[in-house]
């Protein structure tokens, strides 16, 4: 069954240091998502992108965060200058169908997560 | 701002009984709910989902409800499975053409075997 990929599973990284979570969308998906979860908050919305450009962000999402999809395949998120909290559990998300239509039951396909370790 | 929230943290249930995992929302434009599943280590999966035209939608075990004057929807599973024990996460759409999901907390069912 196809899935997402997410890299690395687990990332340390000092207080000030770029950060890059990378993940693998299900190839015929066209719509990609970062959600992120704070240990013991909810799954909180960051990005979507579609069509090589954002398509909606959340208050989250500041200058600090950047998302691209260098190569057709991979879809990054860059976190420029990490703070403490940003650590947090990294969801990637794709679906084929825009979340928001008729067409899409909401099923988004996410990856297992990449955890981000802020010291 | 708790737009989504699920009260209970946790909840156990024997096998074969009835889990009922509930939801509350304040956002009146709300109108696509959803229910995901997480186990440790994984992303959540998408479980089941309900319109706000429609008050139920049943697939299998699974059932979804809605009572939108008390923007309250549940989640029963029935019988429950020690493979239900998860946590789960109710989530709503603002409207269509919104990309944004909202989750609640969610709540970790375990299923007493």
């Known amino acids: 069954e196809p899935e997402v990929t997410q890299t690395p599973s687990h990332q340390v990284t000092q207080m000030g240091q770029e950060v890059i979570l990378r993940c693998v969308p299900i190839?015929?998906?066209?719509?990609f998502y970062w959600y992120r979860q704070i240990l013991g908050q909810k799954v909180e919305f960051l990005v979507s992108?579609?069509?090589?450009?954002?398509?909606?962000k959340s208050e989250i999402f500041d200058d600090q965060f950047s998302v691209e999809r260098p190569d057709g395949s991979n879809f990054t998120l860059k976190i420029r200058s990490t703070k403490l909290e940003d650590s947090a559990m990294y969801f990637c998300?794709?679906?084929?169908?825009?979340?928001?239509?008729?067409?899409?039951?909401?099923?988004?396909?996410f990856g297992e997560g990449s955890r981000l370790t802020v010291l | 701002d708790q737009q989504v929230k699920q009260n209970s943290p946790s909840l156990s249930v024997q096998e074969g009984r009835i889990s009922i995992l509930n939801c509350d929302y304040t956002?009146?434009?709300?109108?696509?709910f959803l229910w995901y599943k997480k186990y440790p280590a994984e992303g959540p999966t998408f479980l089941i989902s309900?319109?706000?035209?429609?008050d139920k939608n049943e697939d299998g075990r699974f059932t979804v409800f809605l009572n939108k004057s008390a923007k309250h929807l549940s989640l029963h599973i029935v019988p429950s499975q020690p493979g239900d024990s998860a946590v789960y996460f109710c989530a709503a759409l603002s409207n269509f053409g919104n990309e944004k999901l909202t989750f609640g907390t969610g709540t970790r069912l375990t299923i007493i075997p």
């Open positions: 190839s015929n998906h066209l719509y």
């Open positions: 992108f579609y069509n090589n450009e954002i398509s909606e």
């Open positions: 998300a794709s679906s084929e169908a825009s979340v928001g239509t008729l067409l899409n039951t909401g099923e988004l396909f």
């Open positions: 956002n009146s434009m709300f109108d696509y």
């Open positions: 309900i319109s706000s035209i429609k």
